[in-house]
């Protein structure tokens, strides 16, 4: 009796062990298809290849700002995680002209977050908007007492 209830243990773990990947990421792909369905047309087909930008938690200002700043040959598809900005300001940087940007929701809780993209990266969010096209301070996410806003540079 006590091998078989090993063995149903191990099994059950098994189980686990695989099903939890698959619904990360489900939930991933999901985020991504909400982002290429705001922009309608783009270069990635169906199962596109793309890379995860971790964001920092900022506290009072301390705590490191967050970049992307190597340009790639052609398209990029890049999923920016959540940023948390708590009284104070922080900097989240998009620099790559190629860069597919699709950021998942930002909190600012008296606080300012800037998210300064390149001029012709294109921008979007998981609940499936369209963030500013040109230098505008009504970005999407959650801001109670504080600020959210998109600065367009290298538009030379």
């Avoid at 099903?19 to 990421?25: F, M, R, Y």
């Avoid at 598809?77 to 860069?99: E, I, S, W």
């Avoid at 008296?110 to 040109?134: E, N, P, Q, V, Y």
Wanted: glycine share 10%; hydrophobic share 40%; net charge neutral.
């Amino acid at each position: 009796m006590q091998i078989a209830h090993k063995q149903w243990l191990i099994g059950l773990l098994l189980g686990a062990s695989v099903l939890a990947p698959a619904l990360a990421a489900e939930e991933i792909d999901s985020s991504i298809a909400s982002c290429l369905k705001a922009w309608g047309k783009h270069p990635f087909g169906k199962n596109p290849q793309y890379k995860t930008l971790s964001t920092a938690v900022k506290v009072f200002g301390i705590g490191h700002d967050t970049a992307d700043t190597e340009p790639t040959p052609g398209p990029a598809l890049v999923l920016v995680n959540p940023g948390v900005n708590v009284a104070g300001g922080t900097v989240v940087q998009v620099l790559n002209p190629n860069g597919w940007y699709c950021f998942r929701t930002t909190v600012n809780v008296m606080g300012g977050m800037t998210i300064k993209a390149h001029c012709k990266s294109h921008l979007a969010t998981t609940a499936g908007d369209l963030l500013a096209a040109k230098n505008e301070s009504e970005a999407k996410g959650v801001t109670v007492m504080g600020s959210t806003q998109v600065e367009r540079v290298g538009c030379d």
